[in-house]
């Protein structure tokens, strides 16, 4: 017979293990799934830039699916230095400064994730650009992502990243609207994707509300990312008739796309059945390049690939009675993110 003393050793590892096992799984892929709807933090700056008084003539909108702050190429197993993850900082904060916007929604954004040195991108590009008001939603909350694969050196490691919207008035609500991961992904797939959102933002200006949306959608599933779609529209619907703005990375072509599939950077990419867009603008909102404008020049509404772009994934809209005096692609963003930004420049309705 063993001794007891052994006997309780072998008790405590034939529990201990497993259980470490599982505290191991459940820190990396991070917990439960979040509640359908989450309300965010507001998080206030020490920095100038705060625009107070009257309501300014022209609302001024920026948004960008920035790429983590990585700049153009998706070769993450190539860690960037500080230095070169500065560099892009900088070049997206002086292209914020020149168009001047009052409100950026921002997509892929890292606030403390290995592959990005843990800089808090959210917080430094709000200061370099002077926007004292942050608003961050996490999508992406994972204690160790193991991709790629092998070897363990190269895995992404902690990751803590999502949306944010940044604004020189006062934001007074910041809640995230959870979008389903794909079914057709396996079980231990999406257990280590990221949640995508739609965040809802409340920003107030000189005494009015103007709700804003910042979206960003599926990108690899077809099925998925019409639900997501349906989702947007039935919730964003809901503040029909007040001062609206949605807008971000879609990651659908418009209807009118004279190409639908077998992209250069894509070959395999296929999206000739997609219906996400068409579904969205079921709400009737202006957009910054509609249908028209689209299609006598479709080479200037092109927002991906950054350098050599040949689809459209992103978008921005605004409400009823708005009035778009100038909406474009910001192609001077060049290579910052591997998609271009949009802008607009809206004249207020008429109360």
Known sequence: MLPRKRWCWMGLVTLGVPAALVGAAWWMVGGWPEPELQQGTIERGSWTGERRGA??????????NM????????????RRTRAELDRVLEGIAELIRRLDPDVVLLQEVDFASDRTQRI??????????????MAPVVTWDKGWLPF??????????????????????????????????????????RAFYLNR??????????GRNLDVFNVHTEAYDVPNRQ???????DWVSRWQGKWNVLAGDFNAIPPEASVRKGFPDEPDCDMSRDRSVETVRKLGWAEIIPPTRYRSDEAAALTFPADRPNRRLDYLYVSPGFTIQSGRIVHEAETLSDHLPTFVEAGWPVP
């Open 120 to 133: 808090n991108q959210m917080r430094v590009l709000a200061e370099k650009a002077g926007f004292p008001y």
């Open 55 to 64: 309501i300014p003539p022209v609302l001024k909108v920026f948004s960008y």
């Open 227 to 233: 639900i997501h779609a349906e989702m947007v529209r």
């Open 148 to 189: 790629p694969k092998w070897p363990p050196s190269k895995h992404y490691g902690r990751m803590l990243s999502g949306q944010a919207v940044l604004s020189r008035w006062p934001i007074v609500l910041n809640e995230r609207l959870h979008l389903p991961k794909p079914q057709s992904f396996p079980w231990w797939y």
């Open 67 to 78: 790429h983590f702050g990585v700049g153009r190429e998706d070769d993450f197993e190539q």
């Open 197 to 206: 959102t739609l965040q809802h933002v409340r920003v107030n200006l000189a």
